[in-house]
């Protein structure tokens, strides 16, 4: 109960702060707070941080097993909401929210947002010509994960906007560090 309590408590907290933002920043639309670009691009940067380093890291070690593309690919997705969803725990359980809370807070703040950068970045792996089959050691890898992953980050931040604006995503995570 002391817990729960406590939860309520960082809550009130953050609804009282953001109300205060959210009329500095012009108020509510629609029942929704305005948020700014530049919130959403730091939450997009955070979650694309997560998916690059276990995209590079899955297809490293997917490479360096021998395997094929799906199963490299599969392994990619999986290190990516991995290393998204642990930095978002680490900011988290650094502000003293025990371990269950801070799990459900990475789902709830990180789940759409890595899956929108994921089907982005991975369907443009895909699709690209030869992007598949180049590997690690050429110049057309590296070109075009980064072209797949400035893409993902292009069509996730408004994503992330949308959410945070309705109190959703990362928004969820900024009550934690007030």
């Not at 290190?79 to 789902?107: P, S």
């Not at 408004?158 to 900024?174: E, Q, S």
Request: hydrophobic residues 50%.
């Amino acid at each position: 109960m002391q817990r729960d309590a406590h939860t309520q408590h960082v809550h009130d907290e953050h609804r009282h702060a953001h109300h205060d933002h959210a009329g500095h920043a012009g108020g509510h639309a629609g029942g929704h707070s305005k948020v700014s670009w530049s919130m959403a691009t730091k939450a997009t940067l955070h979650c694309l941080t997560g998916c690059a380093i276990g995209e590079v890291l899955g297809m490293v070690i997917g490479t360096a097993l021998g395997w094929g593309n799906m199963q490299t690919m599969i392994l990619a997705i999986v290190l990516a909401f991995f290393f998204g969803y642990a930095l978002t725990l680490r900011g988290i359980l650094k502000a003293g929210v025990d371990f269950r809370t801070a799990i459900r807070v990475a789902l709830a703040a990180d789940t759409l947002s890595i899956a929108v950068m994921e089907l982005i970045d991975n369907g443009v792996l895909a699709l690209w010509p030869g992007a598949m089959d180049a590997h690690l050691s050429d110049a057309m890898f590296w070109g075009v994960l980064a072209f797949a992953l400035f893409a993902a980050f292009l069509i996730t931040t408004p994503v992330n906007k949308w959410m945070i604006g309705r109190g959703k995503g990362h928004a969820v995570v900024h009550q934690y560090h007030h």
